[in-house]
């Protein structure tokens, strides 16, 4: 078993990057801008927010942080997305998610400029990528995608299985494993929460993506010998061992697993911090796509 290093390449992605934006900058080019707006205070959304201003910062751009109480309205929020759209000095921005329960999540995500909408989650980001056409793909599959290229997994022919289908991971997943281009060219089955023997798809999946949320989900009698393991879960578990009595884990059961699987990714480390990188490249690409 060999690990798919996430944290390695999105240091050596990042390291891309910020040589492409100094080189913009040395250019007479402004530094690419990435706004977030935060609701409310959930801790798990709060930390993936930190993460990706900081990344901001390493790769030289300049980053905005909104953060609002989570009984706003949602015209108060829209207001501020507007707001965003027509601000000329930021080139992209994330509505993290998810929004407290009384706000519409798709009617904030409609409000955003595409052309500004570095999460690809705005529909006409989403049916260009469905298309096959240039467009900023959403930052978790984007990175996945990434991550098995810059691996040299040639995925071509073999049978991906997506566990999940949410829009931000599942869906746009399946869409990429099957598009005609190298990584791609898969025979994908999508499974979710209402599949009949789940197990029956995933031994004959050569691939594997665990996009479920729920600990340790998929276990080593669920995977066939050699196959190719990416966990996209961040799942916070207790443990007594840790000074904070928690840590966080994947969707994938990691010790048992390994022992089958040619390729893995470990949580942390590795889908993770292909997820930040390719915000970043979203939003260098929004920068140098603009006008402004
Ligand atoms: N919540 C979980 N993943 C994401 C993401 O990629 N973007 C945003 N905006 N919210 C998320």
Redesign the pocket.
């Known amino acids: 078993m060999k690990l798919l290093d996430g944290k390695k390449l999105s240091l050596e992605l990042q390291t891309e990057i910020a040589a492409e934006v100094e080189a913009h900058v040395a250019n007479g080019g402004r530094k690419p801008h990435l706004a977030?707006i935060l609701i409310g205070d959930d801790p798990a959304?709060k930390a993936?927010v930190g993460h990706k201003v900081k990344a901001c910062a390493k790769a030289g751009f300049e980053s905005s942080l909104i953060e609002r109480e989570g009984d706003i309205s949602q015209s108060e929020l829209l207001d501020m997305v507007r707001e965003l759209n027509e601000d000329d000095s930021i080139d992209g921005f994330?509505?993290?998610?998810?929004l407290p329960s009384h706000i519409d999540n798709q009617a904030v995500i409609e409000a955003v400029k595409p052309s500004k909408d570095v999460?690809g989650?705005h529909p006409e980001n989403v049916g260009r990528m469905a298309l096959g056409l240039p467009t900023f793909l959403?930052?978790?599959p984007g990175g996945i995608m990434t991550l098995l290229e810059r691996n040299g997994v040639k995925t071509t022919g073999m049978h991906a299985v997506v566990i999940g289908r949410s829009d931000?991971?599942g869906n746009p997943m399946t869409t990429l494993l099957s598009r005609n281009a190298e990584p791609g060219n898969c025979t994908v089955t999508q499974c979710h929460s209402r599949t009949v023997d789940l197990k029956s798809h995933t031994l004959k999946a050569d691939l594997i993506i665990a996009a479920v949320g729920k600990p340790h989900f998929v276990t080593a009698d669920m995977v066939k010998e050699g196959a190719v393991v990416v966990d996209v879960g961040i799942n916070s578990i207790e443990d007594s061992s840790r000074k904070s009595g928690r840590r966080l884990t994947g969707d994938v059961d990691f010790d048992n697993v390994a022992e089958k699987c040619s390729l893995i990714t470990p949580v942390p480390g590795g889908v993770g911090p292909m997820?930040i990188a390719t915000?970043l490249q979203n939003t260098l690409r929004a920068r140098l796509a603009s006008k402004r």
């Open positions: 977030a959304s993936y994330i509505v993290q998610l998810p999460d989650f959403p930052a978790t931000i991971v997820t915000l």
